[in-house]
């Protein structure tokens, strides 16, 4: 049993996690280190954001998702440096782990685009807490306007903004869009939340620009449809807390939510390899750096160009793919075997847009409505990892459309915090409330 | 529809649903405030807290509580004055509301007996945002030493420790002891979870001292049958982060838990009436102050005694009855009937410790073990709010006693302070983990 080569993979990512499963019970001692305890199903994330979905029903425990694989150990710990030539893996704490093979697959944040205080204002959606900070925000701005029409009779028009028309967006602005239309729609008494605005910014002349153009467009009409007001050819070029400059036009706004821009993780650069714009690092086939045979670099990290010259895309089917193919090569060489240049498999490509409504491109089959939708769905539901979210997620599913319910939503966070968000609701004396006909609440006398 | 008195209600526990249920649909307008948009139910924080169930299932917006109760508004506020004459309530920004009727019913936190700097190191459990620090910081401690075992071939011992032998305490012991001996223990491979000790501090010398000696013995036996050390007549006198001190012995831990203290909330001293040692206010019989006919005071903020000389327990099944008398109360003035006063029903009362055990008081008739336990099960099923939670915990529940897993156990957070909490952990050199014999990790060897 001597000799097992050590296998350090960093992020419990799709990328990390299936070079992990794909050397379960193998002749290696496997070693991931991630910053957080949980693997996350990133294409729900806006579930959570949008209060469909609790944390716990996207995330797992990278340990309990690997605890059968008595040569896999889980780490919890930040990669924060690399020695390539000692072949060491250095944690925030200073110590060096070494290794014999090293996987990099840390993935990426979203980019402000060097405007990093619109994050402040306009938080993205890559991990959990991103998608909780999204919950509170989204929800808030609703309790606020009721608040206020309850105290004042009536209140300042409710926007949503979202910036950025690809997939993340898209979901996004429709999701909203759908809670403001029905779940809340009869729970809030003082405010028509059926009125609320949803404004997405497209930079470019349509949204979902990586699909065909008929998919687009139908996207597009499936948004409006739900009552999103979809703006192309609009930049941001502004941010701040409760207005977005588009073009030379300010835009008062409650919440604005970032759905733009890709930074691979530093940890790139750390390793002295080259990288593009968006800090990706250029890859060999293999997916390995330059005279570095035993350093890999997958999934949202790695930027390599297919054989029909585009670049394989940042989607978590790639990055399963390169974590896959990152193991099998591995072990080809612990077998003496050639290895095998990576072939990105694209088996197709979805984006929801909200209830019933989807795109998706299978293969040259273009599908959109009712049908993508269900395909999109029993797709995510069988990918979800672990047997056990995935029937709960089935379930809140199934409840959230038989009831059009939304059951995650609640607004955490602490009492100071709320003192803050209220703050620039305004006093009003008792008197104007008193003298209300009749006292009756705003309610009383018809929405708003 | 005129003069319909206008009945305030603050704050959205047990006590306040429950009055304002009482009057859905009743010729009175209610407005609920409350600083959170979420009720939640109270007796399963401590599951959250231990990673059995996610926030979400045991947490309800209050507002969809309520949304089939047209005369009634729900606000998000803080309450934080009364003007008992001018008959209003001054919420955090200012403005004053109006009322005809004022129920307050803004529960109690944990007090800390005056040393309110041991908070921080040793949190109590009221809110959802209290259970998710818990769980973080239970969670957080078993990674850490699996990680400093992998990384230097040993680890400290793990030590939790919960301050107070009431039901929170037992059931947080009961819980902790729960998963370091069964769900965890599969999961982490260099350390063995189930060497992990809890401590349970009681100062007097039983614990659930509320309950009959019997029971109480029974649930100190099954508690010890878990692996809890409960240690009686022991009171903590200083706590610091990593260690409590106990009469005069420091005792070194990973985790403190706060389970002991009771402290109304504030708002009893706002209203300017007479209060006991932990902030409660003395009511009359009909739970009004004196001199106040129109201002109630309920649940745990209210201090009354029984016929029997024994105070009102501060339950929930007290508080939802308080809330449903107090509106009972309230529709007999407008009717023109007299009031009645509030008598308490003990249903009986019931603790549990862990799976399978727990311990239950029937009207005298006393019960321990798996019948005690199922008793508490069902009840507790019964009790929560909203037909959807009931199923999902149901289910969790089912899950969990099945397969002996956590489902919720994600470690959210950012990653400062991941670095904060990891950082005492020492740096290795990577030549320690390389002269391994074979290179083998702690756990080839065996468990630690």
Not at 201 to 215: C, H, M, N, P, Q
Request: hydrophobic share 45%.
């Amino acid at each position: 049993m001597k000799n097992r080569p050590r296998i350090i993979i960093v992020g419990g990512g799709f990328g990390g996690l299936w070079a992990a499963r794909a050397m379960a019970g193998k002749h290696v001692d496997v070693t991931l280190i991630d910053r957080k305890n949980h693997h996350v199903f990133q294409p729900l994330l806006y579930q959570v954001a949008t209060a469909v979905l609790s944390p716990g029903e996207i995330a797992s425990p990278i340990r309990r998702i690997l605890h059968n694989a008595k040569n896999i150990e889980v780490i919890l710990g930040e990669a924060v440096g690399f020695d390539k030539d000692k072949q060491t893996v250095r944690l925030e704490n200073g110590a060096e782990i070494p290794f014999d093979y090293l996987i990099i697959a840390a993935g990426a944040r979203h980019s402000y685009f060097g405007n990093d205080d619109w994050e402040r204002a306009a938080p993205g959606l890559k991990t959990i807490e991103d998608a909780v900070e999204m919950r509170r925000r989204i929800l808030l701005a609703f309790e606020l306007a009721e608040r206020e029409a309850y105290l004042t009779g009536t209140h300042e028009p409710l926007n949503f903004v979202v910036v950025g028309g690809g997939p993340t967006g898209v979901e996004l602005a429709g999701a909203i869009a759908d809670i403001a239309r029905q779940a809340l729609a009869k729970d809030f008494k003082a405010i028509d939340t059926t009125k609320a605005k949803v404004l997405l910014f497209e930079g470019s002349d349509r949204v979902l620009g990586t699909f065909a153009k008929d998919l687009s467009e139908s996207a597009k009409k499936q948004l409006e449809d739900i009552g999103v007001e979809v703006r192309l050819n609009s930049f941001v070029t502004e941010i701040e807390s409760g207005r977005v400059k588009v073009g030379e036009d300010w835009i008062e706004c409650d919440v604005v939510l970032w759905a733009t821009g890709v930074a691979a993780s530093p940890l790139g650069k750390q390793l002295g390899a080259e990288t593009d714009k968006a800090g990706r690092v250029f890859v060999q086939p293999d997916l390995t750096i330059p005279d570095y045979k035993n350093i890999f670099v997958i999934g949202d990290m790695a930027s390599l160009k297919q054989s029909n010259g585009e670049p394989v895309p940042g989607v978590s089917p790639a990055a399963m793919q390169m974590g896959s193919a990152t193991a099998a090569n591995i072990l080809s060489d612990l077998k003496g075997a050639a290895r095998t240049d990576f072939r990105y498999v694209d088996k197709g490509t979805m984006a929801t847009i909200g209830r019933s409504k989807a795109i998706a491109d299978i293969q040259g089959w273009h599908f959109s409505g009712f049908i993508a939708w269900m395909m999109w769905l029993f797709l995510h539901v069988v990918f979800l990892i672990g047997f056990r979210n995935r029937v709960y997620v089935l379930l809140e599913w199934f409840w959230a459309y038989l009831t059009r319910e939304r059951s995650a939503r609640l607004i955490t966070g602490n009492a100071e915090e709320l003192r803050d968000a209220v703050m620039f609701i305004e006093g009003e004396s008792a008197a104007a409330i008193r003298d209300r006909p009749g006292g009756k609440k705003v309610s009383s006398a018809g929405k708003i």
